[in-house]
């Protein structure tokens, strides 16, 4: 394993020296992180690849801290996220550009998002929020770090000036401006609302009763909306199946996550071990951003979080590790409202009609011409929630029934509580009772380890209160197939629909709950082992095969196929801890778990490779007939019979054209796609499917897909994985390592077009591996994928990137000793 710190110490008087001073200085440190209080003022101090730890007195100094590095390092994401949430990117942008206001990339258009978030700002969602006290409204801790972080993002602001900024994104911008507390109170409920946002935003926006016209502009804009067009609603099989394929489609390509805790029973010279493994955008406003906070006597936490957010989301402290996965829940529910069919914006509830309400919004525009104009729009809302017309995609026809959406989150800002809660947990049953009392976890599980060697696997958070009682008495047709089906594709969450003409039908509320309409925390599932627990996406069934979890539907499948990602992640685990890999000893050290996550393993390779090389020699004269071409497949069957190692390291030869085979074999994870000769079975669910069916007709077809694939493409069937797979980044081409998770590759890098331009669009961002001992420092080696800064100009732009690209490790630097033995040590005092 690669290691980046130096043992090299400062002397004392120079250390000193430079604590006094309030401008950048190289090398020093302010205060120990064990003294009884912290520095007059907070300090940021910078190590290796610009991590900062930034160490405060209280709260509001953390948080001054933090918002002035985070501004010096993504001022322009920042802003622009600011942006979206004042729903104000039509009128500095243009209506027609595209943004992220979800998980995935490019999902909407400015003017959807800003319709949608001016809803949000008119009905006052989240000034509605903040005046509730704690525990529902922000704890006192959060609203204090808040108020900090603004001060330190104006800050930074004030002293650079807009027309001075690094980054070209948004140097000289109209739109960059001094926040406000509402502004990153907005922009962390659109975080936690995200979960829905991606399905259902452009459907909320756009959905209006049968004949009428989706927008009505004023006089002072040229723009116009055509009128909706009436359809006959879809049968429900045929809903549900596309509905399915579509989340299916949107899980794919959405940010995902692995995690690995590991105790006492498979750790080798330590008590625990934690690895998180996020899969998030490498762009835009969920990039993960990495520090340390130090409150001395309160706090010491060090880790990532999603930008702008002053607390660690994924990390560890003094005792503590933790990470998040995706879950599948699904972080929304649907209704289905009957509505008069000569009055459509009418519904019926119990025997009686309701009138729906009715809100016009209105947004700014940037013309064409460079005039500013007005879009209002008029959107609806039932007793449940918003009307929407489509969920990813699909539509979902206003005629004789109309979709209204509840989302579980909507009023949720306890999350911020529950990450400040983490980051001071002592253990994982503290991590548990965070969990619970907060409920405010927004659709990720929760993998923790502690240095008392537990390792945890925790499902707890904001879930519709949809038993599976309820469920079997409200599901309407559709929402029968959708939520209860055995779905082909492992991951896609249990969407309900259910039955809007009985009140009785919405979620019910439970006074274990922490808001009206959640799933009871303590009916939600966990496991505490002292082997490991872990979870790869799919649901909490498996995160220990060796104690299979039930739990209600709402949350997940059960006895069905895993991902081959999880079975690679289970599989490894196992391995490991008995020490059948192939690695010296049993038990996971630092240095095994990075190059086990490193070794980029495909478990598709694993389960099919020697079959698909067997096709592809018995194949006759080397020819596949494939849309009326013939494909000469002979050169492809030595490349893969050479590529023994099934991996996608850099020099791995054969890797491109496997994952392009089996992108037309499995089309994404549809593992139902494949034909298995050894179908799942529920009780080996690890090691089935397996055993390729080499003599079918669609094995053959997808490799003579994929070889005609590569020479359209120009790309040698033998090109190692680093010439095809790279990134530009300022004049450099760094080559990337990893694949998609749909080969059971843990190390999930998914490339795709970003601006025009091959990149990285989403897949390992923030890698930590910590591992805690008996006694002392916890042990914390980590890597920030597309590194700190999305500044061009910053010299930590691309940095840790070139590690990553090298198989390289940060060590951390946790304690004041580790920190001001730093030789790129560089100190900031904000005075």
């Known amino acids: ?73 993504n001022i322009c994401t920042l802003a622009d996220t600011y942006l979206m949430v004042d729903a104000q990117r039509s009128r500095y942008l243009g209506p027609d550009g595209r943004t992220s206001p979800g998980q995935n990339q490019n999902t909407t258009t400015n003017l959807n998002s800003d319709l949608y978030f001016q809803r949000l700002k008119d009905d006052a969602v989240v000034e509605r929020l903040l005046n509730r006290p704690a525990p529902d409204g922000p704890e006192p801790e959060v609203r204090e770090a808040i108020r900090g972080y603004v001060q330190g993002y104006n800050r930074y602001l004030a002293e650079t000036g807009v027309a001075n900024l690094s980054d070209p994104a948004c140097r000289g911008a109209a739109w960059v401006r001094p926040i406000t507390e509402l502004d990153v109170y907005r922009h962390a409920h659109a975080e936690i609302i995200m979960g829905s946002a991606d399905p259902l935003l452009d459907g909320q926006v756009n959905a209006v009763p049968p004949g009428a016209s989706a927008a009505a502009p004023s006089a002072r804009t040229a723009r116009t909306a055509k009128p909706a067009k009436p359809t006959k609603p879809l049968d429900p099989a045929t809903t549900a199946k596309r509905i399915s394929d579509a989340l299916a489609r949107s899980r794919q390509q959405n940010m995902g996550s692995n995690a690995l805790a590991v105790g006492s029973q498979g750790v080798s010279g330590g008590t625990s071990m934690l690895l998180a493994n996020p899969h998030f955008p490498w762009q835009g406003k969920n990039r993960m951003w990495q520090s340390q906070l130090t409150i001395p006597g309160k706090l010491n936490v060090s880790g990532a979080s999603l930008l702008g957010l002053p607390a660690v989301n994924i990390g560890h402290n003094d005792d503590v590790a933790w990470s998040h996965t995706v879950a599948t829940v699904a972080p929304f529910g649907l209704f289905d409202v009957q509505v008069d069919p000569f009055n459509p914006t009418t519904y019926l509830v119990d025997g009686a009609w309701e009138q729906m309400t009715s809100q016009r919004v209105e947004v700014d525009v940037r013309n064409a011409d460079g005039s500013l104009g007005k879009v209002s729009r008029t959107l609806w809302s039932t007793r449940y929630g918003p009307v929407t017309n489509s969920i990813v995609g699909i539509p979902l026809p206003w005629v004789v029934s109309a979709h209204v959406v509840r989302d579980p989150n909507m009023d949720n800002l306890r999350a911020l509580n529950t990450w400040f809660g983490l980051d001071r947990a002592k253990d994982v049953h503290e991590v548990v009772d965070v969990l619970e009392t907060t409920q405010g976890v927004p659709f990720f599980n929760t993998v923790a380890s502690d240095r008392a060697g537990n390792a945890l696997y925790a499902d707890i958070q904001a879930v519709p209160n949809i038993t599976d009682e309820h469920a079997n008495a409200c599901l309407t047709e559709t929402g029968k197939l959708l939520f209860n089906q055995a779905l082909p594709q492992p991951n896609v969450p249990p969407v309900s629909i259910l039955d809007g003409k009985r009140s009785a039908c919405d979620w019910p509320d439970d006074p274990n709950a922490a808001a009206p309409g959640l799933l009871d925390p303590h009916k939600q599932p966990r496991l505490i082992r002292s082997d490991f627990a872990g979870n790869a996406n799919d649901s909490p069934w498996l995160a220990n095969p060796e104690q299979p979890l039930s739990f209600p539907r709402v949350m997940g499948d059960t006895a069905a196929p895993r991902s081959l990602r999880t079975q690679e992640l289970l599989l490894t685990a196992r391995n490991r801890i008995d020490g059948t890999d192939g690695l010296p000893g049993r038990g996971f050290t630092p240095d095994t778990m990075g190059r086990l996550l490193f070794a980029d393993n495909s478990r598709a390779a694993d389960l099919t490779l020697n079959a698909t090389v067997a096709m592809c020699q018995s194949v006759a004269f080397g020819l596949i007939l494939v849309d009326g071409n013939l494909v000469n497949v002979s050169e492809a069957c030595p490349v893969l019979a050479a590529w023994k190692s099934h991996d996608y390291t850099l020099d791995s030869r054969g890797s491109w054209l496997f994952a392009t085979y089996w992108a037309y074999l499995a089309g994404g994870q549809k593992l139902d796609k494949v034909p298995w000769k050894v179908p799942f079975d529920p009780k080996d669910p690890v090691h089935t499917p397996n055993s390729l069916d080499s003599g079918s007709s669609a094995v053959r077809d997808a490799f003579g897909r994929a070889v005609l694939a590569m020479r359209r493409a120009g790309i040698p069937l033998n090109a190692p994985l680093s010439d095809v797979q790279r990134i530009k980044r300022g004049g450099e081409q760094i080559p990337i390592h990893g694949s998609i998770g749909e080969l059971g590759v843990l190390n999930v890098i998914t490339p795709g077009q970003v601006d025009g331009k091959f990149d990285i669009v989403f897949g390992s961002s923030f890698i930590q591996q910590v591992r805690f001992t008996a006694a002392g420092p916890p042990e914390a080696y980590s890597v920030m994928t597309y590194s700190q800064s999305a500044d061009p100009n910053s010299p930590h732009h691309a940095d840790q990137t070139r590690l990553f690209s090298a198989g390289g490790w940060v060590t951390e630097r946790f304690t004041d000793e580790q920190i001001a033995a730093s030789p790129a040590l560089v100190v900031k005092v904000l005075d």
């Open 1 to 73: 394993m690669a290691r980046t710190r130096s043992r090299a110490r400062l002397p004392v008087a120079v250390m000193a020296a430079v604590a006094v001073l309030g401008t950048t200085a190289v090398a020093g440190s302010p205060a120990t992180a064990s003294t009884a209080a912290g520095p007059d003022r907070p300090t940021i101090r910078y190590t290796e690849y610009g991590i900062p730890h930034i160490i405060a007195s209280d709260w509001e100094g953390l948080g001054q801290g933090y918002g002035y590095a985070a501004a010096k390092d």
